[in-house]
């Protein structure tokens, strides 16, 4: 694994980086490079960029939900649409990056299991301990990771994360980096690779 | 040529529909069915769903052109970001509709005249003469065309066209449809064409 890794940008509460969730690893595996999870929160993104969520733009909204239902299906990837204003992402997008230092060969599953719950299981993830049981479900300490959310360190983590992302330009997730060149969407993905093998054209 | 044809809209100022005029003809072959040609006025789009030009949001602009010149650069299609802002595309998509009934074998070349005037030679074909000059250059009576543009009957057929295609859920060009299955985007070519080899899933 010489080859610089994929940054990957997500927002828990992302119906398509969800879908990207479900596809990133066979990805980055026949490409042979590793993953780095970065947990973004989406607010800040539509902040800076005087936007609003997909689901709620007039004609917009409409066909988004139909291409993430149709999306899902191509892929086979369970896919129910939760009620995604209502949930709060910081305690799960912490408890990721807390795993990156204290749990990292179990993190994907974490990751996994927080968008599952939403959006394969129509369930919230909102309070902090639903994420530590989710975590738990996957091997993780509950209680460390419990005390990991509110860690003052790992709240810094997150949020100079996300503003390292809007330096970036994320504006929506998922976004994919490769060095720094990004790729927005699912849609993407296919060219995200076509990056890799080819060095970029 | 059975199968249901492709709905292309498109608007006149928008890079992706360059991008995607250049890629339908062949999508279409390979597939089997014919092209319907839809000038739309994404102006009217951006009314109705309250949001901007592409380029002009913030950091999404910047992804965009990027995004565009990538795009461009992967099909090997000659691509300059003109002033998107300062052209006027009435003209032109009143000349289109106007050669759908009296030069419908001339209608392609026509699409790609205009469009390549913009987008591969970075000029302004805002002016009605100019259309006419670009229609006669691909074999259409110049006379004739300039008078369809201020036929009554076209200015009709595009007001309608637009009101159509608004009630269609067209939001942003390009938008394909097969049928009244909606596929927005450049990206989602491969999607429109699987979509129409297997009949949908």
Do not use: C
Not at 62 to 76: F, I, Q
Not at 119 to 147: C, H, M, N, R
């Amino acid at each position: 694994m010489s080859k610089q890794p994929i940054e990957f940008y997500f927002d828990f509460s992302s119906p398509f980086a969800y879908i990207g969730s479900e596809l990133i690893e066979a990805a980055a595996e026949r490409q042979g490079v590793d993953i780095k999870w970065r947990p973004f929160l989406i607010g800040a993104a539509f902040k800076a960029v005087g936007s609003k969520p997909l689901l709620h733009a007039p004609l917009k909204g409409d066909y988004s939900k139909r291409d993430m239902e149709r999306t899902a299906r191509k892929h086979g990837i369970p896919f129910i649409l939760p009620d995604v204003m209502s949930l709060k992402t910081v305690p799960a997008s912490r408890a990721v990056y807390w795993a990156e230092v204290n749990a990292p060969d179990k993190l994907p599953a974490l990751v996994h299991a927080v968008f599952r719950h939403a959006f394969a299981e129509d369930k919230d993830y909102s309070d902090p301990e639903t994420v530590a049981d989710l975590a738990a479900g996957v091997g993780i300490d509950p209680d460390a990771v419990l005390a990991g959310m509110q860690d003052q360190a790992i709240k810094d983590r997150l949020r100079d994360e996300v503003e390292r992302g809007l330096e970036r330009g994320v504006f929506g997730t998922p976004m994919f980096f490769h060095g720094d060149e990004p790729f927005w969407g699912v849609d993407h993905l296919p060219d995200l690779e076509r990056w890799i093998e080819t060095g970029g054209w």
